[in-house]
């Protein structure tokens, strides 16, 4: 196990806990709120710098490929250098590619600075949640914390969604990211100065992991993606998926042989935690597109202004955040398996009832029904799949095993949009009528994304284990006082 060595900046030993945690809070709300703005834009963006069909998708999947990819060398950078000296280098980064996001000029420029937005916010992300738990002491106060720190995720996207399309209807969707660029400024000088500097440890950096999981996953995304407008057999194509699949290869041999691997392969032993992974994988797959395409459907189908189709999401993040909120009570109650399986199954229903859209669909009935369940489904199952993928692990692999659900997480989401993508674009042929045709598209993709969830809850169900003893659900309280903050980057 890594020593740790002094700092120049030990850390403080009874810090300004309330400054410290405000500076937490809204640098993590600044995230939530980036991500959730974003959705309720996605047509204005496409309008205004020209987007396609499928290249939009690339306004989500550039960040979370960056997020996903990149998260667990943030972590580890934390660890080796100091988590407050990675918080300021994320924030930065992040600030400085929201200013450029606001001024791109085409979706070139826009797609490389929310890449650039990813990797601050991987940065970023892992050192909010460390320094929380190193600034304030296990029990009440950590407790207490981390409910905060939750509740901001549930808070701020909601509030992202319908700032959003305020911002975007009364002025621009560039207004959304701008924001981001005073706040982020404070934030760094408050930073500076009220954070405490954590110890430092020896060790390494695994960049050649990190690399070749990044450009392995981003190549098949472009693949994927690509293969929507040029199809199968284009070699740009082909050559793209081959070399996803060879990146990839090659990353698990060098994690199989590294020193220090950002992710031991070890944690994957467990058929548990394994089945967790991978039905989370699905589930983020699915769930990202639900945000991606109903926003364009409420939009470009119904006709709702960005301000309106921002409200119309509140029956999933209103239910999704009460349900998260439920969940360290019902867990003790009904365990974790069952809870598990019933959120994917309620997810699996609500997204099988959009199957049926069609530009005839009434609001009411048809989509804001099937956002309760989609929102009571989320905020049952994020938990209990993120305490199954962290389950029996040993104290060393215990950021190891938190860092693969965070990228099964992000990385179901990105690779997920991808394969979406691709069926909407196979989909409503011989549609004439742009409405009509948007609306097939869409349909089509949530029957895609009710069969992964389906596959989701059978992978559950198969892995599955007895509940677990009351005396280690308590061992989780912090785990589940923190969970919502997780989801919040779902979209």
């Not at 499928?54 to 996903?68: D, H």
């Not at 975007?168 to 924001?179: A, H, M, N």
């Not at 698990?252 to 944690?267: D, Y």
């Not at 669909?361 to 929102?375: C, D, F, N, Q």
Request: aromatic letters at 6%.
């Amino acid at each position: 196990m890594p020593s740790p060595v002094p700092t120049s900046s030990p850390s403080v030993a009874a810090p300004r806990t309330n400054a410290v945690l405000a500076v937490i809070l809204i640098s993590y709300f600044m995230l939530v709120l980036d991500v959730s703005i974003v959705i309720a834009a996605l047509p204005q963006i496409r309008a205004d710098l020209g987007f396609t069909a499928t290249g939009l998708s690339w306004v989500q999947s550039a960040y979370l490929l960056a997020f996903g990819g990149l998260l667990l060398l943030g972590a580890r950078a934390g660890d080796l250098l100091g988590r407050r000296r990675m918080f300021v280098v994320g924030l930065g980064l992040f600030t400085a590619a929201s200013l450029v996001i606001g001024l791109a000029v085409s979706p070139a420029m826009l797609i490389a600075a929310r890449a650039v937005q990813g990797v601050g916010a991987a940065v970023l992300a892992p050192s909010t949640l460390a320094l929380l738990q190193t600034t304030f002491r296990e029990g009440p106060d950590r407790t207490r914390a981390l409910g905060y720190y939750g509740a901001v995720a549930g808070v701020g996207a909601s509030v992202g969604l319908v700032a959003g399309g305020v911002l975007t209807d009364l002025i621009s969707w560039r207004v959304g990211f701008f924001i981001n660029v005073p706040l982020g400024i404070v934030l760094l000088i408050a930073a500076t100065r009220v954070l405490p500097e954590t110890v430092r440890h020896r060790g390494r950096l695994d960049l050649p992991g990190a690399v070749t999981s990044t450009l392995g996953l981003s190549a098949l995304v472009y693949g994927l993606v690509r293969s929507a407008d040029a199809g199968w057999t284009d070699p740009l194509t082909l050559a793209a998926l081959v070399a996803g699949v060879a990146l990839v290869a090659g990353f698990l041999l060098h994690e199989r042989r590294a020193a220090q691997p950002i992710l031991p392969l070890r944690v994957f032993a467990s058929r548990q935690r394994s089945g967790a992974y991978a039905a989370r994988f699905l589930f983020l797959g699915a769930m990202v597109g639900f945000w991606f395409f109903t926003a364009q459907f409420l939009q470009g189908v119904l006709g709702y202004s960005p301000t309106m189709a921002g409200l119309a999401f509140l029956p999933t993040t209103v239910v999704n955040f009460a349900a998260a909120m439920a969940v360290p009570r019902l867990i003790r109650r009904f365990g974790n398996t069952v809870l598990m399986v019933t959120g994917l199954v309620i997810s699996t229903l609500g997204a099988a009832w959009l199957t049926q859209l069609t530009s005839a669909t009434p609001y009411l009935t048809g989509i804001a029904l099937p956002m309760v369940l989609i929102g009571l489904g989320q905020g049952l199952a994020l938990t209990p799949l993120t305490t199954a993928g962290v389950a029996g692990v040993p104290a060393r692999d215990a950021g190891a095993a938190s860092g693969a659900v965070n990228v099964a997480h992000q990385l179901g989401g990105s690779l997920g949009l991808a394969v979406l993508v691709t069926v909407a674009a196979a989909a409503g042929q011989g549609v004439t009528d742009a409405p009509a045709l948007l609306a097939d598209q869409v349909a089509a993709t949530f029957d895609a994304g009710a069969l992964m969830l389906a596959v989701a809850v059978v992978i559950a169900v198969a892995t599955r284990t007895r509940r677990r003893p009351a005396w280690q659900d308590r061992e989780l309280e912090d785990l589940l006082a923190a969970e919502p903050a997780a989801r919040a980057v779902h979209a």
